[in-house]
């Protein structure tokens, strides 16, 4: 196959997978932007949304559009929910403390994957994609549904963005974000927000899992890349920095898929890695962090 | 003799920006050695822009820096402070989950640390009675073992001078020492400062002009981020510009 | 036997319920778990071993119930119980019931090598087997060795016959992978292509499969056209398929691990109608509906199968009693649940092993742990199984240096998203020279 | 560190050797060997606390240096023919370089970033175990033979399959380790690294040095790691690349957090806290995950500094 060929595919691929990582990623950055809380189980929130997208797919029977169109729906809603109990239950219980928090979202890590593999199963499973047709290229064919997981992100994000512009949520969430304290002295309701901000980060990986599910499986141990991905593209992208977040995401998306061409695959993959890391070193802050404290 | 040597602080057109806004321009300073010098002027005026371009915790946009004759422009803070350039914070700064005695003894023990078996390890003893010494200096000998949290705001910043002098600086920069202090504390920093100034040059940045009148030998004004004038606290007191500056009339 | 020992097997059962077909029980008995925890931690510091002359035979189940290996352990969890369960029906070994004892290795090496010490020093078992990833049969093997602890591995890996494990170490109910290789290449060299793409996992598994297979297919005039190992960190496939050489005709593809779906997925999507002939191992869609969504493409595609998973691949009385003593239907699903596939090219293995050492402990009239060098003795004087209920896969020729069995291949091709056996091998095609000779270990 | 914590600083860690001394006369077989293992990983564990707990250096990254002792031991002994103390000495050395050149690179960031960089380094060491499998045998890993682990001393050998000789080792290396621990808290380096972590720009006016600081935490912290490593692959015989996967990061971090970050004690206990926590709870039920999450939370609420910390605190509460 010709090498410009090649190189379409490539970012043809990075795309798609950037897109569903930009949105993961959106999850974990408001998370950690807004509550300053590193959530190990953020990988398994996404996973989560796969799992259900399945059980849907299984109850309502051979009508894929139908059963994706409510995944969309019971996906984050059921994340959500789960992240509001945990909120209410473990992290205020211990204040958010940083280091705390690791250990306890380990700790429901371990309890996430543990039920779904008890009540899912350690198999691997298929999901019908909502709309299934191959795009023939001239060098290949590719699946249209990946097409549509990018706009269906993009729009997600663009919907996400306006949410924390010009809504009050976004408001009192930026607010909180910029200093808990006074957020709290103009009367903003701080532990609500918090319980909101993870319920939507959570709904957002929960999401990703969903749009994720047609094109790779869900099986229970799948949240673990995405958690690494998401939290790698936070930080390069710069703490607290959406925008930044989703520059990394595609960047690093993009970039895994055409260095890919150029080496074997796992030389790729160290070199993909390596490169990232020096984002960092060269701009400690990461692309649009501010000057850390 | 040159000039050069008598001077213990020389800038050379010292300037720093922060995007578009210039906090200091230009500025040529001289401290000889064995002064009490203040820096006063109002808000925004690039006092402490300067002495941290001074002690090392900013880079200066342009100009150079010499110190005892040597050029000291491209050194790091840790080296000044190793030339004996000192910098007390003007937000306390003194490690408040350690003792009075590890606070002081990390300003003390720097020197001893030489070699292999220095850096292991130290005469616990005679390092307590270092410590011991230089809090006495401040008056806080009896809170040797106290947690630095557990000490009222005044007492910190006594700390914090204290860490300042263990290590016996040649220029203790202090940026505005007196905020916060009582009436009688401030009364007692005066005095301080002035057995201080016995062995050591003093450039502090201060508000209080009861204080800056009190010590000071000369005074450097500052405004919009260039120097204003510089006399003896007299002259300043007498100088127009100086009240512009200040009452903006 | 004591109260101890009892109220042991009360906490083991627990244990085994939470595993059992009805799942969605055991997470409601998850909470009285709790309360058990206190029983355990007693029983923590007191060894198992049971006594008397009706003591029963105790096999020490090192399975992986959690982990990467979840979907092949709990195939081989249900193969070993309905063997154990037969075999103790049928007066056990000797006269002796089977006690299997099990622990969970959460397929991870350091927490393999501490579970076989725990067989050994806590649970004393006779016998330790079952273990199928290849780290982790490699990070226990050295302690079943100091330990001098029999251990049957049910892998598939060459690490046994490699030799550089140990002469406690043997693999006799499951073939390797070298002889399933190259009793592969004839086949596909002379009916599918010279002209052939490798696709692997970047680790010694894949690595094997390179090795053996490129020297087997090279010595039949076969050409690799290119070889694409696949770190296994990624998830997404699509973008090495374009290093395939359009003159490829074959794609040799063997993956692993829950991404292989989409692997195969992606690489129908990505060739669409005129693709090369596909020839895969089934390891790629073991415990995976051949009908799931996405894989239509597999149509007319050919996978290695050790035993057909759908039942009239192989209508032997054996493999049927087999089949219906496991539990799974025709089409190679559970029986109660048609969506819950069998890892039925692997878990036999379990059930074979265990009447190997049925056969071991009965030869050599192995009485205690005393009498281990005599089994192993015997074990390796072994030459040859006989296919029956014994070994339902087919028979098998077992060689003592290496510690190995030697059995037969099926060759199957997708058609109307069933696997049909298209090719039988004969043990003679998988056999190669012995590369090392254990018995000339220590014991 | 507190004057008047310096009253007896030797006292706890005599009674926890002496204990740990005594205890293998008394434990059971197999808890003899848990605590063999227990110990190696403490080491790491307290590797993992001096970057950490001491110097406040957060890392994602801690397998590659476990790894590079690992494997730094186990291939130098399996190539190579080192002797089994060269082999040792030679891990720790690979896990001190390693460090070394990471540090160079990874201590220019701070906090987050420093997370990302060190755990980008040890995926990028993990997929080099991959890539170089002809020596490595990638994940599958391989097996030390019997001869190599063994302790020449002219006439007499000791085989390192014996569990008395693994588990005195095990303590031996434990002790130093812990030892060292304990000293460097209380020794002029340990006060700097303790100050680093509270304010950093505060320690550089007092004139330190503090990048050479923390390369001076991290190296000696991965030299520990290195060790750690090195002793598994000599004492268990096996050297495989799951050990510089991430979880072998994340391990160290949770072990150090049970038990009480910037506690010397704390590694140990946090370390056999997990240990017997999955070893009970997998005894119980196949589901046995549940339980260690249910309890990993529980510990968090209990104790939030970690078992040690929490304890410390509260008698220092009791007293003051």
Not at chain 2, 91 to 109: E, G, P, R, W, Y
Not at chain 4, 164 to 193: E, K, M
């Amino acid at each position: 196959m010709s090498f410009g060929a090649q190189l379409f595919l490539a970012v043809l691929e990075g795309t798609v997978s950037a897109s569903v990582l930009a949105v993961t990623a959106l999850g974990l950055s408001l998370v950690f932007g807004v509550m300053r809380v590193v959530n190990v189980a953020h990988g398994e929130f996404f996973m989560l949304g796969a799992v259900i997208a399945w059980s849907v797919a299984f109850t309502v029977g051979d009508m894929p559009l139908v059963s994706f169109l409510i995944a969309l729906i019971v996906g984050p809603l059921v994340v959500g929910g789960i992240a509001v109990a945990v909120d209410w239950l473990i992290l205020k219980r211990i204040d958010y403390n940083p280091e705390g928090t690791i250990v306890a979202t380990i700790g429901l890590l371990y309890i996430i994957q543990q039920a779904t593999l008890i009540l899912y199963g350690p198999e691997a499973r298929a999901v019908e994609p909502p709309f299934y047709f191959l795009i023939q290229f001239p060098w290949f064919g590719y699946s249209g549904y990946k097409l549509i997981v990018v706009g269906i992100s993009l729009m997600l994000l663009l919907g996400t963005w306006y949410g924390l512009t010009r809504t009050r949520l976004g408001l009192y969430m930026r607010a909180t974000q910029y200093d808990r304290e006074i957020a709290q002295a103009f009367g903003i309701p701080v532990r609500r927000v918090y319980a909101a901000v993870f319920a939507l980060g959570g709904g957002l990986a929960a999401i990703a899992g969903v749009l994720v599910v047609p094109i790779q499986q869900a099986h229970y141990l799948m949240g673990h890349n995405p958690l690494l991905m998401s939290f790698i593209v936070v930080i390069v992208g710069g703490l607290g920095s959406l925008r930044g977040t989703l520059l990394a995401a595609f960047v690093i998306g993009i970039s895994d898929g055409v260095i890919s061409v150029f080496f074997t695959p796992t030389l790729a993959k160290i070199v993909a890695t390596l490169l990232v890391s020096l984002v960092l070193v060269v701009r400690p802050a990461g692309l649009f962090g501010e000057k850390e404290p | 003799m040159s000039l050069l040597q008598t001077h213990l602080l020389q800038t050379r057109g010292l300037s720093r920006h922060f995007g578009g806004v210039q906090a200091v321009r230009e500025v040529d300073f001289e401290l000889p050695a064995g002064e009490i010098r203040a820096v006063i002027g109002p808000n925004g005026a690039g006092k402490t822009t300067l002495v941290s371009m001074i002690s090392g915790r900013i880079r200066p946009s342009a100009g150079r820096i010499r110190f005892k004759g040597a050029d000291i422009t491209g050194l790091r803070n840790w080296q000044r402070a190793r030339r004996g350039i000192v910098y007390t914070f003007q937000i306390t700064s003194v490690f408040q989950n350690l003792s009075c005695h590890d606070n002081v003894a990390l300003a003390l023990q720097r020197k001893r640390m030489t070699g292999l078996s220095g850096r292991v390890h130290l005469d616990a003893d005679a390092l307590r009675g270092e410590a011991e010494m230089a809090l006495d200096r401040v008056g806080l000998a009896a809170r040797l073992d106290e947690r630095a949290a557990n000490l009222p705001y005044g007492h910190q910043r006594l700390l914090e001078l204290a860490m300042g002098l263990a290590l016996a600086p040649e220029l203790l920069i202090m940026d505005e020492p007196t905020q916060g202090l009582s009436e009688s504390e401030i009364l007692a920093f005066c005095d301080l400062t002035r057995r201080i100034a016995r062995e050591t040059t003093v450039l502090l940045i201060e508000h209080n002009m009861a204080v800056v009148m009190a010590l000071a030998g000369r005074i450097t004004v500052m405004n919009e981020g260039a120097i204003l004038a510089e006399g003896t606290p007299a002259e300043i007191a007498a100088n127009i510009d100086v009240q512009h500056a200040y009452l903006g009339t | 036997m004591t109260g101890k020992s009892d109220d042991h097997r009360k906490v083991r059962k627990v244990g085994d319920s939470a595993f059992g077909v009805s799942r969605r029980a055991a997470i409601k008995g998850a909470g009285a778990l709790a309360g058990v925890a206190a029983a355990a931690s007693l029983t923590g510091f007191t060894a198992r071993a049971h006594s008397g002359s009706d003591a029963p035979i105790r096999i020490g189940f090192q399975v992986h119930r959690t982990g990467i290996g979840a979907a092949y352990g709990r195939w081989y969890e249900r193969t070993s119980r309905a063997a154990v369960d037969y075999i103790n029906e049928t007066g056990g070994i000797g006269g002796h019931p089977i006690e299997l004892v099990i622990e969970d290795d959460g397929t991870d090496p350091k927490r393999g090598a501490e579970v076989v010490e725990k067989f050994a020093t806590q649970h004393k078992v006779d016998f330790v087997f079952g273990t199928l990833f290849s780290h982790v049969v490699i990070g226990s093997a050295p302690r079943a060795g100091e330990l001098k602890m029999p251990y049957f591995v049910v892998s598939e890996g060459h690490h046994v016959a490699s030799g550089k494990l140990n002469r406690y170490v043997f693999q006799p109910g499951i073939t390797d992978v070298r002889q399933q290789v190259i009793s592969m290449a004839p086949w596909i060299t002379s009916n599918l292509g010279k002209k052939i793409a490798m696709i692997f996992p970047d680790f010694a598994f894949g690595h094997d499969h390179r090795d053996f297979f490129s020297a087997a297919a090279g010595s039949l005039g076969g050409e690799i056209t290119t070889l694409l190992p696949i770190p296994p960190t990624e998830s997404s496939f699509t973008k090495y398929f374009a290093k395939i050489p359009s003159s490829t005709e074959v794609i040799y593809h063997v993956m692993v691990g829950p991404a292989v779906l989409t692997f195969v997925k992606e690489m129908g999507e990505f060739f669409g109608n005129n693709r090369p002939e596909l020839f895969g191992f089934i390891d790629s869609l073991e415990a995976v509906d051949i009908a799931s969504p996405g894989l239509d493409y597999l149509e007319g595609s050919y996978f290695w199968e050790a035993m057909p998973r759908y039942a009239d691949g192989l209508p032997t009385a054996a493999a049927a009693f087999y089949r219906d003593k496991v539990g799974v239907d025709a089409n190679g699903a559970s029986m109660s649940d048609s969506k819950d596939v069998a890892t039925f090219s692997h878990m036999f293995g379990c059930w074979e092993t265990l009447y190997v050492i049925k056969a071991a402990v009965e030869q050599s009239g192995y009485r205690s742990g005393k009498d281990k060098v005599a089994l192993i003795e015997t074990l390796e004087n072994m030459k040859w199984f006989n296919e029956g209920i014994a070994h339902p896969q087919g028979g098998k020729q077992f060689v003592g240096q290496i510690h190995q069995s030697f059995g037969r291949q099926f060759i199957s091709k997708v058609e109307n998203k069933r696997l049909k056996v298209v090719h039988t091998t004969t043990i003679e095609d998988g056999l190669y020279e012995p590369e090392a000779d254990y018995t000339k270990q220590a014991l | 560190m507190t004057g008047r914590k310096q009253d007896r600083p030797w006292r706890t860690p005599m009674i926890v050797l002496v204990l740990l001394l005594a205890a293998q006369f008394v434990l059971p077989a197999y808890h003899h060997g848990n605590l063999t293992r227990i110990m190696v990983f403490a080491v790491f564990a307290i590797g993992y606390n001096l970057a950490f707990g001491y110097a406040g250096l957060l890392s994602l990254g801690h397998a590659m240096f476990f790894a590079a002792g690992l494997y730094g031991a186990g291939m130098s002994a399996h190539f190579l023919g080192f002797s089994m103390p060269l082999a040792f000495l030679f891990g720790g050395l690979c896990g001190l370089v390693l460090a070394l050149a990471v540090g160079l690179v990874a201590l220019r960031t701070r906090g987050v970033s420093f997370m990302i960089v060190t755990l980008m380094f040890s995926q990028a060491i993990f997929l080099t175990i991959l890539y170089f499998n002809e020596f490595t045998r990638g994940d599958e890993g391989f097996v030390l033979a019997q001869e190599i682990r063994q302790l020449r001393f002219g006439e007499t050998v000791l085989s390192l399959t014996d569990p008395t000789l693994r588990y005195n080792l095990a303590l031996g290396l434990f002790a130093a380790s812990y030892l060292l621990g304990v000293a460097l808290l209380r020794s002029p380096i340990g006060r700097v690294l303790v100050a680093l972590r509270e304010n950093e720009s505060r320690v550089q006016m007092l004139g330190y040095n503090t990048f050479g600081y923390r390369l001076l935490a991290l190296s000696i912290s991965g030299a520990l790691s290195g060790l750690s490593g090195a002793a598994y692959a000599l004492l268990f015989a096996y050297v495989g690349a799951t050990f510089a996967a991430t979880q072998y990061s994340i391990y160290p971090l949770l072990w150090v957090l049970l038990g009480g970050v910037g506690t010397a004690l704390g590694p140990l206990i946090g370390t056999g806290l997990m240990f017997y926590l999955v070893d009970f709870a997998s005894e119980i039920t196949s589901s046995y995950l549940i339980v260690v999450g249910v309890v990993l939370v529980l510990l968090v609420i209990v104790f939030p500094k970690g078992v040690i910390g929490t304890l410390q605190e509260k008698w220092r509460g009791l007293r003051s």
